[in-house]
């Protein structure tokens, strides 16, 4: 099914902000900081494999002291400040975070990458027609915002390496960067401007 490309009046207050690299930057880094696993251990000399004994007597051997196999010193000793389980995470101000939704928005919008289509409808859920479906549109990069979930759409797209689709409330900063393009449905878009209509974009937020 063939799709109709739609030019909608988008919202000043939502496709319009000023565009504040830095605060991108800070939510991008905490969204792939949040992503790490922090699962990295390595073991000190309290808990690597080897005999507590002394190796030779203290003095009159001709060599340097040595009180323990497992001494940082030696091969096969503990590590001395290496990494351990940790969490990465942290979390960034809610308005912060809207702020950035809002920046990133407007910046694809500035550089003419939204696309708005009546609806996104496959005939059948293969990777060929959603790749027929965007040579239609003329894009290759694209995140892919629908309303609701759709099996034959998210199924069509996952083999597409250069493709991603969202639902509306997944939507994200570093998505909507990772990609060229950025698709909306009529649906998704007002979606979209019902949740981020309220937001005010917080002045004291840094730029």
């Known amino acids: 099914m063939a799709v109709q ?12 902000v000023p565009i504040r690299p830095r605060l991108l930057h800070q939510v991008v880094m905490m969204q792939l900081n949040s992503r790490r696993t922090g699962t990295a251990s390595t073991k ?10 002394k ?8 060599r340097a002291r040595a009180g323990s196999v497992r001494s940082p010193i030696w091969v096969g000793g503990g590590i001395v400040f290496g990494p351990h389980p940790r969490d990465y995470s942290y979390r960034l101000p809610k308005k912060a975070r809207r702020a950035a939704l809002l920046t990133a928005l407007s910046l694809r919008m500035q550089e003419e ?37 759709d099996q034959k759409v998210e199924r069509s797209a996952r083999n597409l390496a250069t493709v991603k689709v969202l ?7 570093y998505d909507i960067l990772c990609y060229k393009h950025l698709i909306l449905t009529e649906k998704s878009l007002k979606a979209l401007e019902e949740r981020l209509a ?5 002045a004291g937020v840094g730029g």
Do not use: C, Y
């Open 5 to 16: 490309v739609i030019h909608p009046q988008l919202q000043e207050r939502i496709f319009g």
């Open 44 to 53: 000190t000399r309290g808990v690597v494999r080897g005999s507590g004994r």
């Open 55 to 62: 190796p030779w007597r203290q003095k009159g051997t001709g």
């Open 113 to 149: 990458k939204i696309i708005v289509v009546d609806k996104l409808e496959l005939a059948e859920m293969k990777t060929k027609e959603m790749k027929k479906t965007l040579d239609e549109l003329g894009v290759e990069s694209a995140l892919i915002v629908i309303p609701e979930p």
């Open 167 to 173: 639902r509306t409330e997944g939507l994200n900063v």
């Open 198 to 202: 309220p937001i005010q974009e917080n």
